[in-house]
């Protein structure tokens, strides 16, 4: 009786212990979850790419062939600056904010200071467009003020009469044609030609273009109008967040010098 008690103890004993053993050694062997479980790597963490709408190509400010220029390499800077990284889809200046939640963008590039709209939050203006007013010297036209350009034939930038305002409006109602084109260069390729007697675009646009092309009708005589005083763009984006970050990111590269570095690069 003794022995059969001693057998029945034993017996129990080690089915009480067999599934503590047998979950022990599971735990021990589990892969399941990682080693470092509990310890951040999600790879998110890194640098995120800011997907950003810019405009068709412009030199100096938007050169798309090497994802250069200086607007977009002010944009890039900033974003680097608070550690990001950014990605540039081109497309024509008049269909960026149509193109917005067609491309599920995260910015836009340009849009004028004032700008609103439900779904974007606007910066604050961080590069200056120097409009002007073109013409060829041999065709002897005073342009002393916006209100000259009536009557006259004018090729302005996409978007001219968004961002130029209520006198430019009228003006041009007035004039004899009148066309909004996005590729610039060939505003200039028109105006050397003599298919239009006057362009408005950017005076660095303008000057980038002439420089580097030589001979030729380019060699014509032109005369610039400084009808239009500066004006500041800022850029758009689907978020406070990243907005945010961008303006934080243009005062940083201010500070460091590396605004300046970029205009210098592309203006001297």
């Not at 239009?196 to 030589?214: A, C």
């Not at 109008?225 to 934080?248: C, K, L, N, V, W």
Request: net charge neutral; with cysteine; hydrophobic share 40%.
């Amino acid at each position: 009786m003794r022995k059969f008690l001693s057998a029945l103890t034993v017996f129990l004993f080690s089915c009480f212990l067999l599934p503590i053993n047998i979950a022990f050694a599971n735990e021990q062997n589990d892969t399941s979850l990682p080693k470092n479980a509990g310890e951040n790597t999600d790879a998110n963490h890194g640098p995120h790419n800011i997907d950003i709408l810019a405009g068709l190509p412009k030199p100096p400010f938007i050169i798309e062939k090497n994802g250069a220029g200086l607007q977009l390499d002010l944009i890039r800077e900033a974003f680097i600056s608070v550690n990001h990284k950014v990605n540039f889809t081109h497309l024509p200046l008049g269909r960026s904010v149509s193109g917005f939640k067609r491309f599920n963008a995260d910015g836009i590039a340009t849009l004028p200071a004032n700008y609103e709209h439900p779904s974007i939050f606007v910066s604050k203006p961080y590069i200056t467009y120097q409009n002007v007013a073109v013409s060829l010297t041999d065709d002897n036209l005073s342009i002393d003020k916006i209100v000259d350009l009536s009557g006259k034939s004018v090729v302005a930038f996409q978007n001219a009469k968004k961002f130029l305002g209520d006198d430019y409006n009228a003006s041009i109602s007035l004039s004899t044609n009148y066309r909004e084109i996005a590729a610039q260069t060939q505003q200039i390729e028109m105006l050397f030609s003599h298919r239009t007697e006057v362009i408005i675009l950017d005076i660095n646009i303008f000057k980038y273009f002439v420089k580097s092309h030589v001979g030729g009708r380019y060699n014509q005589s032109y005369t610039i109008h400084p009808i239009f005083g500066e004006r500041g763009y800022a850029a758009g984006f689907s978020t406070e967040q990243h907005r945010d970050m961008f303006d934080q990111g243009i005062m940083l590269i201010k500070e460091q010098g590396v605004y300046q570095l970029v205009l210098d690069r592309y203006l001297q």
